[in-house]
């Protein structure tokens, strides 16, 4: 079937580097992308969301950008903390107005080094 | 309010028990899903309300029960289940027709 997948298992970036975290997605008829984190022991966690009308989308110290023809979507953390260390899930979002299915990627684990 | 509470966070339970999962918001919203995740994967759909009816089963086995009684509340009944059902089970609402959804921290459920 279709599904939403991330290129790396696991990314290791130094403290105060801008961190990039990929995914390819497989279903051209979605218009919305979602970025989760997730720590241990908590649940996901929303970060920016985008729609398939915008390349670009920015907020507060993450970016996410979205290239249709390829299918991929990545997440942009500028100056990574400690505090960023985490799982993050992109998820790719379909279906009826009222009845939204949220399906999600693998996910990449993000190691921040001090 | 800006939660999604859900109990028990930790639920070890044999073969043969019956026991349920809760899961409650209080943010008005009116989409409430079920996901199960399990380690090292992402999450998966189980089951999708939206006005407390059932409008998606992603195919779960019967031993696996969704019920909504009200708005604010859903639960998810447990029967007989298999040690292969371990896993997160993750509880997530959202206002009908968006997809920023709340998750919940998820109860640990272990099966022996």
């Known amino acids: 079937g279709e599904s939403v997948g991330l290129h790396l298992p696991t990314l290791s970036v130094q403290e105060g580097d801008n961190s990039i975290i990929n995914c390819a997605y497989s279903n051209s008829a979605s218009d919305y992308f979602i970025w989760y984190k997730q720590e241990s022991g908590k649940g996901p966690q929303f970060i920016i969301d985008i729609r398939s009308n915008m390349d670009k989308r920015q907020g507060q110290r993450v970016t996410v950008l979205l290239n249709k023809t390829v299918k991929h979507l990545s997440l942009q953390i500028a100056a990574t903390q400690p505090g960023d260390s985490a799982v993050y899930f992109c998820?790719?979002?379909?279906?009826?107005?009222?009845?939204?299915?949220?399906?999600f990627g693998q996910g990449t684990t993000l190691q921040v080094k001090p | 309010d800006t939660e999604v509470t859900q109990t028990p966070k930790h639920l070890v339970m044999g073969m043969t028990n019956k026991k349920s999962l809760k899961c409650e918001q209080h943010?008005?919203?009116?989409?409430m899903y079920w996901y199960k995740q399990k380690a090292k994967k992402p999450p998966e759909l189980m089951f999708v309300?939206?006005?407390?009816?059932?409008?998606i089963n992603e195919s779960v086995p019967s031993r696996f029960s969704p019920e909504c009684p009200n708005s604010s509340l859903l639960n998810l009944h447990l029967h007989a289940l298999q040690p292969e059902d371990s896993a997160l089970y993750l509880c997530?609402?959202?206002?009908?027709?968006?997809?920023?959804?709340?998750f919940g921290s998820g109860t640990r459920l272990t099966v022996v």
């Open positions: 997530a609402s959202s206002s009908a027709g968006q997809y920023g959804y709340t």
């Open positions: 998820a790719e979002a379909y279906g009826s107005s009222n009845t939204g299915k949220l399906i």
């Open positions: 309300y939206s006005y407390e009816k059932l409008s």
């Open positions: 943010m008005g919203h009116r989409a």
